[in-house]
């Protein structure tokens, strides 16, 4: 299923590391972007900088595709310019603060593919574990996540009017999806790791 190709959206927002949390890696993208070149193929990666204030210019020789917002536009946005320059039917967001294990997109593959897919996902740490491609109401990651173009013609983008510049947005999808008859999917086959909330859950971006 590898054959198909997917279009990889990785959208990063990097601070002055004193902004961040204890747990803030400044190797932690790369480590991202180098599992992606390891573990996949057939591939196009398109990376967004949400602004930053830290530039990562090295990451331009491994991204097919980079843009660069001057301010910080907010998830939603970032994610959605993402998908706007996707070449491929097979859409994955995934966050800057995961690192992706071989056959992750086979797994995935699978999982899109089942009876009425909107939206599907392989296990993320941190995640409650299951077994097999199971629908998913309850525990649906932002940080790792395929859509198609068919999903998005008929759901609409991320709404960055309501969710700036962050939290819930990945959820409002969520619940369109369900509204218009489509079905979550997780295929706990293979587990992305997630070093949570290490760019994310900041004073910041979140709030006190």
């Known amino acids: 299923m590898e054959s198909i190709p997917v279009s990889i959206v990785v959208l990063f927002f990097h601070r002055d590391p004193s902004k961040m949390p204890d747990n803030y890696d400044t190797h ?5 972007i180098e ?3 390891a573990n996949t193929t057939n591939y196009e990666l398109i990376v967004i900088d949400n602004g930053s204030t830290v530039k990562e210019e090295w990451v331009k020789k491994y991204a097919h595709k980079f843009h660069r917002f001057e301010k910080n536009e907010g998830i939603s946005n970032g994610w959605n310019k993402g998908i706007s320059l996707a070449s491929h039917e097979h859409i994955i967001i995934l966050g800057d603060d995961t690192v992706v294990p071989p056959d992750w997109i086979p797994e995935m593959m699978k999982a899109i593919n089942m009876p009425d897919a909107g939206a599907a996902t392989v296990h993320v740490e941190g995640m409650p574990y299951g ?3 199971q629908e998913n109401y309850r525990w649906f990651p932002g940080a790792c996540f395929m859509l198609t173009k068919k999903t ?3 759901v609409g983008y991320f709404d960055w009017t309501r969710f700036m510049p962050c939290n819930f ?3 409002d999808m969520w619940v369109r999806i369900l509204a218009h008859g489509m079905k979550l999917y997780t295929n706990y086959a293979v587990t992305v790791q997630h070093r949570m909330g290490a760019t994310l859950h900041v004073e910041d971006l ?3």
């Open 28 to 32: 932690m993208m790369q480590d991202c």
């Open 152 to 154: 998005v013609e008929k």
């Open 131 to 133: 077994e097999g491609i």
């Open 169 to 171: 947005e990945d959820t």
């Open 206 to 208: 979140s709030g006190p």
């Open 35 to 37: 599992s992606i070149v």
